[in-house]
């Protein structure tokens, strides 16, 4: 999930490292159902499985009603825009399999670069021999970013044609174009690369891109797509706001952005094999139903869902008792040793992100400035006993230390610029080394910062975050014993990144990476701008780090162009250069300290009501389960099927 946020006039995704928590949920509810009594006062009833019915249940948090609502484009959504499970009724152009650069097509059938005025320059289908996905999967469409024009300034895409929405109403390019005039009054991140939406018949819509980028393929095909007989008279609005040359800051804008994020849909209009059965909504679950006219609703064998609310202390009892077929909660290691012993399945998708050791330079500048200084914390901790401590095999140590993801370091970088990369192998002695060559003194077993004063302060962490919460008790440890006092401190998760916006820390563990876009560029962004620059939006500075930096040979470096450049133009030869340079810089710099990176680990309830998912060794374990949902695309494809 994202939000948008400003940076610099521009528009950038701010990555939410961590599923949106709610309210409304505690472990008087998973009581509840486990003893088979009634839900606690205040939490509704209980939706209980239909007899005869092939029903799958899942879990994902959410805020009831009137505080959570059903107009996706805006905050307090039941389901967001873009959620894995908002996908089974606001069907996207596609979803994505993240390893293997290809699209499984589901409102758009075909789509590719080209110059205004050419011809789409789109890839065929691949055939299912020359598809390595997973048994029965065909019609995957790859990437079309790799045979975009180099003057490609436009992106188009030919939509589903004879699909209707469970109103009535047919699903054509208006309902496309409804959709991102809609995102345009949100300042969605799509909107810095396109100028211009226009229809070219009742199935095609053509991108007009002000700046070129291979990344408005993800921002347009992944999008859910909304009916335009519900927001219609929105989009409309925003045309003729934006068409008369205004702006969303301009007095109307900031109006129509009010009226809009109030607006509250009475009825939901899928697309999908689903839909919301609105009066089975209560702040413990709600129902997802079949929704027999969509296109695809023979793909999908499942009569039901049923969704489960609430965070991991409450879900993590619901799923030990067998009453939850598929969650991606982050289980704490005595629930994960449990679940496997109880027969639950544990399955372990990358997230592409993790925990890392934010540092307010705007206060600790004297002690953090020299890159020797964070290069010796990475070193002075085990980064390894941190994932292990948090979510035992699930948390992985950082090898590379690039800010983003390992997994992407060889899909981007040579093997000859990875081989430059400082691993930062867990080594105190020569932590110990690096602090004395940037000031430090050691006093007994303390150590003191080049201006004379003790090294102690304050680490906070996100107070409801199990992993987290682990992982930086167990740095503070670390370093405590390294001669590095940390006072380690739980804030409320709602309450630490705000602290951490507003310059209100000293040190603070929050994300690294993104578990939204398969781009690099996203995972920068939340490295060096989402508590940085990007903290205005919170009235701070965040960690106040300066993106204008000096590497050890001299060499002047602009972290900000960087990041901004590398998702710019056609040639993706041209981004691996700037990734390199970036990921290069990184890892010197250290501007944040990643300790590891979080796989799922995922529990997976087979044979109870939902028959064995694939092995482990299918291509959708590859994807991020937050963005493109494993259980989502399984669903689509038919390869998940009930007992």
Not at 4 to 19: A, D, P
Not at 171 to 183: I, K, P, Q
Not at 241 to 252: A, Q, R, W
Request: charge should be negative; charged fraction near 20%; glycine fraction near 8%.
């Amino acid at each position: 999930m994202s939000d948008e946020k400003r940076f610099g006039g521009k528009i950038f995704e701010r990555k939410l490292s961590r599923r949106r928590l709610v309210q409304g949920s505690t472990g008087a509810f998973a009581a509840a159902v486990l003893s088979g009594a009634a839900v606690p006062a205040g939490m509704g009833r209980l939706v209980m499985a239909q007899s005869g019915k092939k029903e799958m249940h899942v879990a994902w948090p959410y805020s009831a009603p009137p505080k959570g609502h059903w107009n996706a484009f805006v905050t307090d959504a039941i389901l967001a825009n873009i959620n894995i499970y908002g996908d089974l009724l606001w069907q996207p152009g596609g979803l994505y399999y993240w390893s293997l650069d290809q699209w499984m097509p589901i409102m758009a059938t075909e789509w590719g670069f080209m110059k205004a005025g050419g011809t789409m320059a789109a890839p065929s289908p691949t055939s299912a021999s020359a598809t390595p996905a997973g048994e029965g999967v065909t019609g995957l469409i790859p990437s079309s970013t790799k045979n975009a024009p180099a003057d490609a300034d436009t992106f188009q895409v030919k939509y589903r044609t004879g699909a209707k929405w469970d109103d009535g109403s047919d699903f054509t390019a208006d309902d496309v174009l409804t959709t991102f005039s809609c995102l345009r009054i949100m300042s969605n991140t799509v909107w810095q690369y396109v100028d211009k939406i226009e229809k070219v018949d009742d199935s095609t819509v053509s991108f007009h891109m002000s700046k070129p980028s291979t990344v408005v393929e993800r921002y347009v095909i992944r999008q859910n797509i909304q009916a335009h007989s519900l927001y219609g008279d929105w989009a409309k609005k925003a045309d003729d706001l934006f068409g008369s040359g205004k702006t969303i800051d301009d007095p109307e804008g900031k109006q129509l952005l009010d009226q809009f994020n109030k607006f509250r849909p009475t009825k939901v209009v899928s697309s999908g094999p689903f839909t919301v059965d609105l009066n089975s909504i209560t702040s413990a679950n709600y129902n997802f139903k079949k929704n027999d006219t969509a296109w695809n609703a023979d793909k999908v064998t499942f009569d039901s869902m049923v969704n489960y609310n609430g965070e991991t202390d409450t879900i993590s009892v619901v799923v030990l008792d067998k009453k939850i077929d598929y969650a991606t909660h982050g289980f704490a290691p005595a629930t994960e040793k449990q679940m496997i012993s109880e027969g639950i399945r544990v399955v372990r998708p990358p997230v592409y992100s993790g925990p890392a050791l934010f540092i307010n330079y705007g206060k600790l500048s004297a002690a953090f400035n020299d890159p020797k200084t964070r290069q010796a914390i990475a070193m002075a901790v085990d980064r390894q006993e941190v994932g292990t401590v948090a979510l035992a095999a699930s948390g992985i140590a950082q090898k590379y230390m690039t800010g983003m993801s390992d997994n992407f370091v060889p899909l981007w970088m040579s093997q000859d610029d990875i081989a430059k990369l400082n691993q930062y192998e867990h080594d105190q002695d020569k932590a110990a080394s690096l602090l004395k060559e940037a000031g430090w003194t050691q006093s007994g077993n303390s150590w003191k910062t080049p201006d004379g004063k003790d090294a102690a302060w304050s680490m906070t962490f996100p107070a409801e975050f199990a992993d987290w919460s682990a992982a930086g008790q167990n740095v503070a440890d670390q370093l405590t014993k390294f001669g590095i006092k940390i006072e380690p401190r739980a804030v409320t998760f709602t309450q630490q990144p705000v602290d951490v916006d507003k310059g209100n820390f000293e040190l603070a563990i929050q994300g690294w990476g993104s578990s939204s876009n398969p781009h690099p560029s996203y995972s920068f962004i939340a490295d060096l701008f989402t508590h940085n620059t990007l903290a205005i939006n919170n009235g701070g500075k965040g960690m106040a780090y300066p993106l204008q930096q000096t590497l050890a040979n001299g060499q002047k470096v602009d972290l900000n162009a960087l990041v901004v450049d590398s998702a710019v133009g056609m040639d993706i030869d041209k981004q691996k250069g700037e990734v390199t340079a970036i990921a290069t810089a990184f890892n010197e710099l250290l501007p944040i300290i990643p300790f590891y990176e979080r796989y799922g680990n995922n529990a997976v309830l087979e044979g109870v009501r939902v028959q064995p998912w694939p092995a482990d060794s299918d291509p959708i374990y590859k994807n991020s389960p937050y963005a493109d949902g494993l259980v989502t695309m399984l669903m689509l494809e038919g390869r998940l099927k009930p007992v």
